[in-house]
């Protein structure tokens, strides 16, 4: 991919930069607030930069607030016709939108004539083996020429047909006419679904297969309520003619199994990929959903064409029911990344660049594994590029080596460029754990089979107790002092559990620290909080509580109520102020007993190094 500056716009935000080439299909962006990541985008997205000289009509941007699954209203049978009439229109002959012109069937013919009957030299072929071959070959075994044809068609034949999609998708799908119809991908998935030569397909052809579109143009605006309905809806009819051509005599079930096996359910499919991205996430706890169908309800003439039928999501955790619309912004993300798979699956044309503004800034780290692997799966492994821009470190840290660019501020020349992901973490967190070459924290652990994070200002403490309990190869990270407090440790522990590493790590927290939001421990990564002191009253919270209150008591103080004519000793705890002085005290003076209540420490590691 290579991203170079074509602007003659003065106003632009973005300036003159040099040309970047030779980068991935999948880039993540990177960068300090302010450095101009979203500018950027935007430019790439009117044009004004240019990736591969793309043209902007086929670039797509969405930020979190947009990455979304819009659905329209559901159709309902009168409805459903109503498009399918205005499908076959659109393909029928030279329609006209916003003033743009297309004749969809004569487009097709001139595409299907240059490929399959005109030879090398642009002449027609007299003897007609090429459309004879294509006859036999192709129409007569009923194979699509949207499918992977390699096993079944020669080289000759082959290449033709890749002529003919190519011409198609050139002068039809990527035609300024075309796609503003908001029912364009609906054509697209119903002319890919029967697989004939656009010119070729009847209106009764394109009436069986066509499932209806939103009213926007965009493949995450789909209704997959009225996908589901316009299924049940066309198997009804099935159904309905069947039996009639049977004399009555075929049974329900016969008849709906032949037209299951010949166009498949959308909801397993839908199911499958909500399986599919819950896998990617690498934790079983998330995205775990299931969606409603229609499979059991049964139609009759009197009510099918009033008929419509709503999905929603099944939480599989408790079995609740979720609509879409009461979704977390992270669900909505990962469900949108789901629609985007399903409408691959129907045929839908994607845009060759995607582009993706800080979509993952309300993610879980699991889910940004799911976002990334999804994205690659779906998008770039189908041939469009995208690039993400982000400020977060899980994002960078999933990202593989060569994927990673940061955006430098002001106009210079050096706008982009690459950065090594550790490089790109230390700007964007001030001092957050950085990963290299697979995992590491700090050069010391990566010499260790286990290492402890734990609220900064415990480490001295921590690496007193480990060494009184004899654990003296386990080491306490050094440099976190900074970004570990008791409301980071969670976002370290998550950020962790995402990340493929072969060290053992253990959080550590204060008995004041709740752990029970926290994931399962799994991949390396453990979690312990210190056991409550129900006998120190003068250090409740903190790590202090895990002394005896004797060894805390010198550097307590009394917090006094005064009033008019008397003082009122409210209470007695540590002094705040004096915590340092208590952990420099008991590393230096502190015995064996004091440390008695770190023996749960031991028993932790001792587990830690079975699993």
Known sequence: MKIRFSSTNPS????????????????????????????????????????????????????????????????????????????????????????????????????????????????????????????????????????????????????????????????????????????????????????????LITEEELSAVYIPSSNQNDFLSTSIGSVFTAYKIQQYRHYHDEWEKSGYQATRDVLEATFDSKLRKPWDLMNELLEKIRSHSGNKAVF????????????????????????????????????????????????????????????????????????????????????????????????????????????????????????????????????TRAQAMSMITEGFITFESGFSVFNEVSSHDICIITEGKNSQIIRRALEILGEDEVVVVSGAESCSGKNQLKTLYDFFKAVSHHTKVLFLVDVDVSINSWEAEGKNTFRLRLPRNEENTLAKPGIENIFPEELVEPFSSEIVKRGFDREEVLEKKIDENRKSEFADYVVSNGTKEDFNKFSCLKSKLAEIRKS
């Open 12 to 199: 632009s935000a973005i300036k003159e930069f040099t040309t970047v080439e030779k980068m991935p299909d999948f880039v993540v962006l990177t960068g300090l607030n302010g450095s101009g990541k979203t500018h950027l985008l935007k430019a790439i997205e009117t044009g004004l930069v240019k990736v591969d000289e793309i043209d902007h009509t086929d670039i797509n941007y969405y930020s979190y607030l947009n990455f979304r699954f819009f659905s329209d209203s559901i159709m309902n049978d009168s409805q459903l016709k109503s498009q399918q009439k205005d499908a076959w229109s659109f393909m029928g002959g030279t329609s006209t939108v916003n003033g743009l012109k297309i004749n969809i069937k004569n487009l097709s013919e001139k595409a299907y004539i240059e490929s399959f009957i005109s030879n090398e030299s642009g002449s027609k072929d007299q003897t007609d083996s090429i459309i004879d071959y294509y006859l036999t070959e192709v129409e007569e075994k009923k194979l699509n020429l949207w499918s992977n044809l390699d096993n079944h068609v020669n080289k000759n034949i082959r290449s033709r047909i890749e002529k003919y999609q190519h011409l198609v998708r050139d002068k039809i799908f990527k035609n300024p006419a075309y796609r503003q119809r908001s029912i364009n991908q609906a054509v697209t998935a119903a002319v890919k679904a029967i697989g004939k030569p656009i010119h």
């Open 288 to 419: 775990d959903f299931s969606i409603t169908n229609p499979g059991d309800e049964v139609l009759k003439s009197e009510s099918v064409t009033d008929y419509t039928f709503s999905p929603q999501l099944i939480d599989n955790k408790n079995g609740e029911f979720r609509e879409f619309k009461l979704l977390s912004s992270g669900e909505q993300v990962l469900l949108a990344l789901t629609v985007a798979i399903f409408e691959d699956q129907r045929g839908f044309e994607f845009p060759k660049i995607i582009l993706l503004d800080e979509v993952d800034a309300t993610l879980h780290p699991s889910m940004i594994r799911a976002l990334i692997r999804t994205i690659k799966d779906v998008f770039v492994n189908r041939g469009t590029k995208v690039i993400v821009a982000t400020h977060s470190p899980t994002t960078v840290a999933l990202a593989e080596e060569n994927e990673v660019y940061v955006v430098n501020p002001g106009p210079v020349l050096n706008k982009i460029e690459p950065v």
